[in-house]
């Protein structure tokens, strides 16, 4: 049998409220995040195989490898690639545990570590072209409940929630994780208008510096166990934030949406020290200087993408400036 399965799911940018999706903080307090997926995805293609084995091959990685099903050892799912524990998630769970012969390709328009979500955005792109292989259908709450639970406990990636329904119900959302772990997503309705406005004033900048997004995180998450009063605020005042963006977004108040977004910013700089460096600062400030309404780093923070938010007038300036710096421009968004 020939089959083919190809399968997409969209790379996200936080615009409010990250951090408060992170479980020891939401189940203490509840979250509120407003994201926004873009035009740039994490792509899988399942082909049928007649082998003894299944193959693994990450594109953007460059990697290839080999699952032989007349290994019988153990498997130890610390010592697998994410790629590989997706498949062995949905084979244990979804087909009786009995190997099926595939090649999967994945492949991400963008760097690995970017603050896009990436990780979340492959599996739920590599599980869903698995699923359909299948011919099992899932609803999107579960998919998500899958998602998360391979990532989080099977592999252990630490984060929040967050990406994991920005892949799977792509769009404007308004995210509400419940302290009972309930978890609402809720389309954000708005003009047309501010919708252009927003897209044309969108830029995105890859800073090619190390990130470790895991540093970040576990340095937020000590934060709140420790109940430091610093980040326990600021995450505090992050959820408000998120509620006024919303609220800015529905009455297409762009003014208004620049200014909630720039003071979640600069609470999310107060819930760790890793988010950004003197070389990130730097840039920060010097794109501020020569036009950006507003900028801020993608995800955990710490390097990766650049959200730079401007004027048509004013982009010309600032594409000349990051063409100098250490990293890739990106104009579609």
């Known amino acids: 049998m020939n089959k083919t399965i190809i399968s997409k799911a969209p790379l996200r940018l936080g615009l409010a409220g990250g951090g408060t999706d992170l479980p020891l903080f939401s189940k203490l307090f509840g979250g509120y995040v407003v994201n926004l997926t873009i035009k740039k995805y994490v792509y899988c293609k399942v082909i049928s195989l007649n082998k003894k084995y299944v193959i693994f091959d990450s594109q953007d990685q460059n990697k290839i490898s080999k699952y032989f099903f007349f290994n019988k050892k153990n498997l130890r799912y610390d010592n697998l690639s994410l790629l590989e524990n997706i498949y ?121 510096k190390k990130r470790i997004s895991s540093k970040v ?55 760790s020290k890793f988010i950004v460096d003197r070389n990130i600062n730097k840039i920060l400030i010097n794109l501020k200087k020569k036009g950006a309404d507003s900028v801020k780093i993608s995800g955990a923070g710490g390097g990766g993408f650049f959200f730079i938010l401007t004027k048509l007038e004013n982009r010309s300036k600032l594409t000349q400036y990051l063409k100098k710096q250490n990293g890739i421009l990106t104009e579609t968004c």
């Open 88 to 208: 062995f998630f949905v084979r244990d769970k979804y087909n009786k545990k009995k190997n099926f012969s595939v090649k999967i390709i994945s492949y991400s328009e963008v760097p690995n570590g970017s603050g896009l979500g990436g990780s979340s955005t492959l599996v739920v792109a590599v599980m869903s072209a698995l699923l359909k292989y299948l011919n099992i259908n899932l609803s999107k709450k579960q998919l998500v409940k899958d998602a998360i639970f391979l990532e989080r406990e099977i592999c252990k990636i630490p984060g929040g929630y967050q990406d994991q329904y920005a892949a799977v119900y792509g769009g404007l959302n308004f995210i509400e994780f419940k302290k009972n772990r309930n978890v609402f997503v809720t389309k954000i309705k708005t003009s047309d208008k501010f919708m252009n406005l927003l897209e044309s004033s969108i830029m995105l900048f890859y800073y090619s």
């Open 217 to 271: 995180i576990s340095n937020q998450n000590d934060n709140i166990a420790q109940k430091n009063n610093k980040t326990l605020r600021a995450l505090s005042k992050l959820k408000d934030e998120a509620i006024k963006l919303k609220q800015n977004i529905e009455a297409s108040d762009y003014k208004k949406f620049i200014i909630t977004l720039n003071k979640g910013w600069e609470e999310k700089q107060k819930t």
